[in-house]
């Protein structure tokens, strides 16, 4: 047996230098903590975006609830008898900017924060029309000044009447329970007062597009422009057929009142340095409504006890182009904690862009 002693190498084998062995090792060992590392930095990256966007989506979220907070303020003091009979005995032109008046008429006030800004607008409710009060007569005459075809006017006509009446009987152009039914997703007629503006949605006929509004081409022409949407226009909290002159916008004057476009941004105008008192009032400053009045002056309010309001909020932070946006209902009244009730909230995302330059005197 001590004859017999042989080597590896003479089978042909070589034998590697473990030194060789150690490095081969090395560099697996750093590849693989590379991996780790890089799935490591990624991993972490990706909770840093994360957190940001959800920090400031919360600050975004905090400057839209700042504005709507903001607003209600203004309105308790809007309906504070003592507040304003002060702001009565002050000229206009002695109250600075931040100190006047929030006008519920939909125009925009900018709030500005550290982090951004936040646009806010008040609409009055009685500035529009209650869905649940308004005659045939003047129902038809607001769907006809929308510029529908008449047979969809029609239907849109015909299905909200029969819609809130407590019938089963359909008008010839309208809907009942037969007709809900028969869609892929059937629920009834209400055959009642709607509950929320929002309600019309189901109604045969309403379109998102007939509610929302939208672009709408001229006939004959290639310009597109702004259509106004039934939820602009519509409201179960209003307090009739009669709107608010004084809050009430420049396209709800001329489709609710039918008066010229023109005619109802002069009344725009007027109001901006103070609201109109009586009819008297409105005739002396707006004199090119007088060939309207024995029309539409039973449908004119001066002075609306409605206290019911939309507030819409949205806010960006700065440099950003994502927006969040939030809409609400609220009802002043003194006899709720607070001073008043929220009826509605909405919360949602928008796109638009707030306005970048200074703000005009009446906002802040």
């Given at each position: 047996?001590r004859n017999?002693?042989f080597r ?16 081969i090792?090395v560099?697996?060992v750093i590849a693989?903590?590379?991996v780790?590392v890089?799935?490591?930095?990624f991993?972490m ?8 966007n959800y ?12 504005g709507v907070q903001r607003a ?7 309906h504070?008898?003592?507040i ?5 005995g002050?000229k ?7 100190k ?7 125009r925009?006030y ?8 936040c646009e806010?607008r008040?609409?009055s409710?009685a500035?529009k029309?209650?869905i ?14 929308l510029?529908l ?12 009447l ?10 010839v ?10 869609l892929k997703e059937p629920?009834l007629?209400?055959?009642?007062n709607?509950d929320s503006?929002?309600?019309l949605?189901?109604?045969?006929g309403?379109t ?11 006939k004959?022409?290639?310009?597109f ?19 608010d002159?004084?809050?009430?916008s420049?396209?709800i ?16 105008n007027?109001r901006e ?8 009032d ?5 004199p090119e409504?007088?060939p309207?009045i024995?029309?539409?002056?039973r449908?004119?309010?001066f002075?609306?006890?409605?206290a019911y ?5 949205s806010a960006r932070?700065?440099e950003d182009?994502?927006?969040r946006?939030?809409k609400?209902i609220?009802?002043i009244?003194?006899?709720e ?11 949602s995302f928008?796109d638009s862009?707030?306005?970048r330059e200074p703000?005009?005197?009446?906002a802040l």
């Open positions: 047996m017999c002693r590896i190498s003479d089978f042909g084998f070589r034998i590697f230098d473990s030194r060789g062995i150690v490095l090792m560099l697996w693989i903590l590379s780790v890089l799935e490591f930095c991993a990256r990706t909770e840093v975006h994360i957190t940001k920090k400031e989506d919360l600050q975004r979220y905090a400057m839209v609830q700042g209600i303020v203004e309105l308790i003091y809007k504070d008898p003592r304003e009979q002060a702001r009565k002050q206009s032109e002695e109250t600075p900017p931040e006047r008046e929030w006008v519920a008429d939909g925009p900018l709030i500005q924060f550290s982090q951004g800004a806010v008040i609409i409710e500035g029309v209650n649940n009060i308004l005659s045939e007569s003047m129902l038809r005459r607001i769907i006809d000044r510029g075809e008449a047979e969809v006017k029609d239907i849109v006509v015909d299905s909200i029969d819609w809130k009446d407590p019938n089963d009987f359909h008008r152009n309208g809907a009942e329970n037969e007709y809900y039914q028969s629920y007629c209400k055959n009642g709607l503006i929002e309600e949605l189901l109604i045969r309403v998102p597009d007939l509610f929302y509004g939208g672009k709408g081409a001229k004959g022409e290639k310009e422009v702004d259509r106004i949407g039934l939820k602009e226009i519509f409201s179960i909290y209003a307090p009739g057929e009669q709107i002159i004084n809050s009430a420049p396209v004057l001329t489709v609710v009142l039918g008066i010229p476009g023109e005619v109802a941004q002069s009344i725009v007027a340095e103070k609201g109109f008192a009586n009819l008297q409105l005739l002396q400053r707006v409504l007088s309207f024995n029309e539409i002056g449908f004119i309010l002075r609306s006890v409605t309001y939309t507030i819409e909020s932070l700065r182009e994502l927006g946006g939030l609400t609220v009802k009244d003194p006899r904690k607070g001073g008043y009730k929220i009826l509605q909230w909405m919360d928008v862009k707030l306005q703000s005009p005197p009446s």
